[in-house]
């Protein structure tokens, strides 16, 4: 297990920018081994994800940075378990933070708020290398991925995870959004994916195809299951739909279940009715 040891900077991928991953000291059932920080480039540096307030984690940032420059700290959102360590780290660095800001009405952390304004497609330069922003709302509306792009290798934070698939609570996360931004990391060249919890992907494409493919049976699912018992709320629903899943998982499903049918309703495919959902 010394690959995922807490606190101690790993190189992952085969890279010329070295990226080096630093696991947090917060496993858990929603984090698997724990947050990944991931720590890039040679001299002028960039942390991703520094997770949640941890002064063991912060001395681990510190030695592994050295006395070298930490320019930037990329937020790919700000759930307790990405983002409230940035603050420490930002004090003590003088580094930039970069993310979208927090909105309103939702479980991520208030005090988060970006230095200057981000959005999709801007870029974080720091000569050595550069590191893209790609919005890919789904998980919550403002989730960032991060294409550091003389490696293709993509920091996934919570969009694609490894070994689990991400939950989706409405109304700030979005079905329809989570799918429409897998499908356009398709359309990129990648060759890494470096997610939130879990260890480095090296089959990308293959691991969208395989996401997408997932979403859409469990939406045919839906489907079938309001076909069978007509018109009906999501606690009766979720029992079909999701019969293959853990009785103590269930609560979670009927938020994911709910993220379905607001995709569908918004395909024009289902209505809601005096809080029962049907056909149309
Ligand atoms: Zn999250």
Not at 237 to 245: E, N
Request: glycine share 10%; hydrophobic share 35%; charged share 25%.
């Amino acid at each position: 297990m010394s690959e995922f040891e807490p606190g101690v900077a790993t190189v992952v991928g085969d890279t010329q920018v070295p990226v080096n991953r630093i696991l947090g000291r917060n496993p858990g059932p929603m984090t698997g081994p724990g947050t990944n920080s991931y720590l890039i480039g040679s001299n002028r540096l960039c942390l991703l994800d520094p997770g949640p307030k941890d002064e063991a984690q912060f001395e681990s940032f510190i030695s592994a940075i050295g006395d070298r420059q930490l320019e930037f700290i990329l937020l790919t959102h700000a759930h307790g378990d990405h983002s409230p360590g940035a603050a420490r780290l930002k004090e003590a660095t003088g580094a930039k933070l970069v993310g979208l800001p927090v909105p309103q009405s939702t479980g991520q952390d208030k005090n988060f708020s970006p230095d200057g304004e981000w959005k999709d497609n801007d870029v974080v330069d720091c000569d050595e290398y550069r590191v893209r922003l790609i919005h890919t709302p789904g998980h919550v509306s403002n989730h960032i991925c991060y294409f550091l792009e003389e490696e293709q290798m993509l920091f996934t934070g919570d969009h694609v995870l490894q070994g689990t698939t991400s939950v989706i609570l409405p109304p700030d996360g979005n079905m329809g959004d989570y799918l429409d931004a897998l499908r356009r990391l398709q359309t990129m060249d990648i060759r890494y994916f470096a997610p939130g919890h879990g260890g480095l992907m090296e089959d990308p494409q293959g691991e969208l195809e395989s996401l997408i493919a997932h979403r859409l049976r469990r939406e045919a699912k839906v489907i079938a299951g309001l076909e069978k018992l007509g018109s009906c709320d999501v606690s009766v629903l979720v029992i079909d739909v999701y019969d293959d899943v853990a009785k103590h998982l269930i609560p979670w499903a009927k938020k994911t279940l709910l993220a379905h049918l607001i995709k569908l309703q918004r395909d024009g495919r289902v209505v809601l009715l005096n809080d029962c959902w049907e056909l149309v």
